[in-house]
């Protein structure tokens, strides 16, 4: 069964920074690209990042280029989201996902419960 | 960046009643391989999203078959052939042919 445990959330003051990890299991980690989408409160879903199964490649909405820097350690298992120079508007419920493949994107098949992250004064 | 049009935002349906969600897009959403990469999810009250279909018409292990997806090039629609309690939640379409990828806005169904 695949799963996927987001940690790393929390309350952050505008400017600062956060990690956020995403432990999965169930699947070969390393065969799969992996992706972050978020999710403002009361709001729809805005995908954020994505990285192929090898870590080779990164792709990034315009909205956290240059501030968010997504890495994986498969060693680990595990899905990072680097966030620096936070904005009031980073605000948001961050679910980790998996895709469908090492270097296929755009499917989204699995998600995780999600970890809120609070920016603000 | 392709645009993502849902309609309607709102559905209100009776229970065992069709209900019918269209997403158009800003462009053709026809990758180089010639697969359409239009993914339907469902997200129930304090749930995490859930993909419902992918490429327009692949309904997902578990998914029943009163949901079907259908479309081409920048029409699709989702459509649940018999509304049931549980299908109470918001809907969002995802494309994922070109960079960004992009989600509509998302339609909240909900029992009338």
């Known amino acids: 069964e695949v799963q996927l445990l987001e940690s790393g959330g929390g309350l952050v003051q505008p400017g600062g920074s956060l990690r956020l990890s995403c432990v999965a299991s169930g699947f070969t980690f390393t065969n799969y690209a992996m992706g972050w989408v978020r999710q403002a409160p009361g709001k729809g879903l805005e995908w954020v990042s994505d990285i192929s199964g090898s870590g080779g490649n990164t792709y990034y909405a315009d909205s956290v280029k240059g501030r968010f820097t997504i890495s994986r350690d498969n060693s680990k298992n595990t899905l990072y989201l680097q966030m620096n120079s936070l904005r009031v508007e980073d605000t948001a419920v961050y679910y980790c996902?998996?895709?469908?493949?090492?270097?296929?994107?755009?499917?989204?098949?699995?998600w995780g419960q999600g970890t809120l992250v609070t920016v603000s004064s | 960046d392709v645009v993502l049009t849902q309609s309607p935002l709102s559905l209100p349906v009776t229970l065992g009643q069709p209900a019918s969600i269209s997403c158009r897009s800003s462009?053709?959403?026809?990758?180089?391989?010639?697969?359409?990469?239009l993914t339907w999810f469902q997200q129930r009250p304090g749930q995490s999203p859930r993909r419902l279909i992918y490429?327009?018409?692949n309904r997902d292990s578990g998914v029943p078959d009163r949901f079907s997806g259908s479309g081409s090039g920048t029409d699709f629609t989702l459509k649940i052939s018999r509304v049931e309690a549980e299908d109470v939640g918001v809907y969002y379409c995802m494309q994922g042919t070109r960079w960004p990828l992009t989600f509509g806005q998302g339609t909240r169904l909900e029992i009338k």
């Open positions: 996902a998996k895709e469908a493949g090492s270097g296929s994107y755009g499917h989204l098949d699995y």
């Open positions: 490429k327009v018409s």
């Open positions: 462009q053709s959403l026809v990758y180089s391989d010639g697969i359409t990469y």
